[in-house]
T-cell receptor, first 113, second 112 residues
Framework: QQQVKQSPQSLIVQKGGISIINCAYE??????FPWYQQFPGKGPALLIA?????SEKKEGRFTISFNKSAKQFSLHIMDSQPGDSATYFC????????????FGEGTQLTVNP | EAEVAQSPRYKITEKSQAVAFWCDPI?????LYWYRQILGQGPELLVQ????????DSQLPKDRFSAERLKGVDSTLKIQPAELGDSAMYLC??????????FGSGTQLSVL
């Protein structure tokens, strides 16, 4: 059962543009929603995370928007840079399941110079 | 900055051979996870430890995979015998708080 669905599968953006990646979840018991960034040959690295008691969180150029009623959340990358080119994964976890993460399928982002 | 250490970085083996991967989590992190990541997909949990105890191994193919964390620190994941479909990146992660998983660079396994 795919509990976290992510789209699009791939995304191409021009330098300076806005990158938007979307995720939808099924299990309402999820209470923590992080985004991970992964470069080739490396493990995923935590980028930004949100809990369902807030609708938005911003850290630098990265913003998470969270819609609890729709069970959706998204990552916005403002002023996208070529160095942002990587694979992005949304994920979800719940305290009652030992905090393990369930990942989406990933979005390969390419930012053209 | 503390990191999760994994070795080896790459492993090439033949079908039916045994392979083992090692992970040393960040000091003080009681929770350790092994994930498998197939190319083009998100990581999938294989096993989760809390200290030396297995919390969840429901997705671990126990006929061929085993994992241990004897002293509650470093961990070993073993596959015996390896099959062609086991080719993937094996990622170790550790955490102290909910959801804040720190991943190692992984072991890329190729089974020929």
């Amino acid at each position: 059962q795919q509990q976290v669905k992510q789209s699009p599968q791939s995304l191409i953006v021009q330098k300076g543009g806005i990158s938007i990646i979307n995720c939808a979840y099924e299990n309402t018991a999820f209470d923590y929603f992080p985004w991970y960034q992964q470069f080739p040959g490396k493990g995923p690295a935590l980028l930004i995370a949100i809990r369902p008691d807030v609708s938005e969180k911003k850290e630098g150029r990265f913003t998470i928007s969270f819609n609890k009623s729709a069970k959706q959340f998204s990552l916005h990358i403002m002023d996208s840079q070529p160095g942002d080119s990587a694979t992005y994964f949304c994920a979800a976890s719940m305290k009652t399941s030992g905090s393990r993460l369930t990942f989406g399928e990933g979005t390969q982002l390419t930012v053209n110079p | 900055e503390a990191e999760v250490a994994q070795s080896p970085r790459y492993k090439i083996t033949e079908k039916s051979q045994a392979v083992a991967f090692w992970c040393d989590p960040i000091s003080g992190h009681a929770t350790l996870y092994w994930y498998r990541q197939i190319l083009g997909q998100g990581p999938e949990l294989l096993v989760q430890f809390q200290d030396e105890s297995v919390v969840d191994d429901s997705q671990l193919p126990k006929d061929r995979f085993s994992a241990e964390r004897l002293k509650g620190v470093d961990s070993t994941l073993k596959i015996q015998p390896a099959e062609l479909g086991d080719s993937a990146m094996y990622l170790c992660a550790s955490s102290r708080t909910q959801g804040k998983l720190f991943f190692g660079s992984g072991t890329q396994l190729s089974v020929l």
